[in-house]
């Protein structure tokens, strides 16, 4: 599975756009990056995926660089209640790695008043 | 409520003793997946269900095993349980073996050894 780069922490002000990096430089050209958020103790949250173009749900956005080595997600409007650990991963598609998903240490992302 | 249901939501024991946790994927899901969150080393991944059948393991313990069963549920036992055992146990299911659409954990069962 490639690896993910994420920075540990970010800082973001209610009502502002979030906007959360992350490098995955070595992904595969068959390779989707989903985007999971987990609050506090809850089990993970499916936010969104994508493989080259950028996704939109209602939930955020996914914006995927051409030479798709990195990659930003953007909480438009962001709410005390998106404050959470924020993990990008690159999800295996080959072989006994098919499937898995591979969480890294996330970005915790803190939304302020 | 996401779909995956797991029991028991917390667990305490001993160590050296036995425990099972259970999960219910969400309905019409396949592969079920298990997790390992403790303090110190994030979320790992343990295992992986598709229809009755093991697909991939992670770095799980072999005190530990899982079995999905002919009703896709699954169960993970625990054996021999330490101290570092303590941790909370995440459950996901997905659609297909890769689950292209995302995958959907449970609550967890918080497991508590002491």
């Known amino acids: 599975d490639a690896k993910t780069t994420q920075p540990p922490s970010m800082d973001c002000a209610e009502g502002r756009a979030a906007n959360l990096p992350c490098n995955h430089s070595?992904?595969?050209?068959?390779?989707?990056v989903y985007w999971y958020r987990q609050i506090h103790s809850q089990g993970p949250q499916y936010i969104i995926h994508?493989?080259?173009n950028n996704e939109t749900n209602e939930m955020a956005s996914l914006i995927i660089t051409e030479d798709r080595k990195s990659s930003t997600l953007i909480l438009p409007h962001a709410t005390l209640r998106d404050t959470a650990v924020y993990y990008c991963?690159?999800?295996?598609?080959?072989?006994?790695?098919?499937?898995?998903?591979?969480f890294g240490q996330g970005t915790i992302l803190t939304v302020h008043p | 409520d996401s779909g995956v249901t797991q029991t028991p939501k917390h667990l305490i024991t001993a160590t050296g003793q036995r425990v099972t946790l259970r999960c219910s994927p969400r309905?019409?899901?396949?592969?079920v997946y298990w997790y390992q969150q403790s303090l110190d080393q994030g979320l790992q991944f343990l295992i992986q269900?598709?229809?009755?059948?093991?697909?991939a393991k992670g770095n799980i313990l072999e005190r530990f095993s899982a079995q999905q069963f002919p009703d896709l549920h699954s169960e993970l036992n625990l054996s021999s349980l330490e101290l570092g055992d303590s941790a909370l146990y995440f459950c996901?299911?997905?659609?297909?073996?890769?689950?292209?659409?995302?995958?959907?954990f449970g609550s967890g069962t918080r497991l508590t050894v002491v």
């Open positions: 996901a299911s997905s659609g297909a073996t890769g689950g292209i659409s995302g995958y959907t």
């Open positions: 070595t992904i595969s050209g068959n390779e989707y």
């Open positions: 994508g493989l080259k």
């Open positions: 991963i690159v999800r295996g598609a080959g072989g006994t790695s098919y499937g898995k998903l591979t």
């Open positions: 309905s019409g899901d396949l592969s």
């Open positions: 269900y598709y229809n009755g059948e093991e697909r």
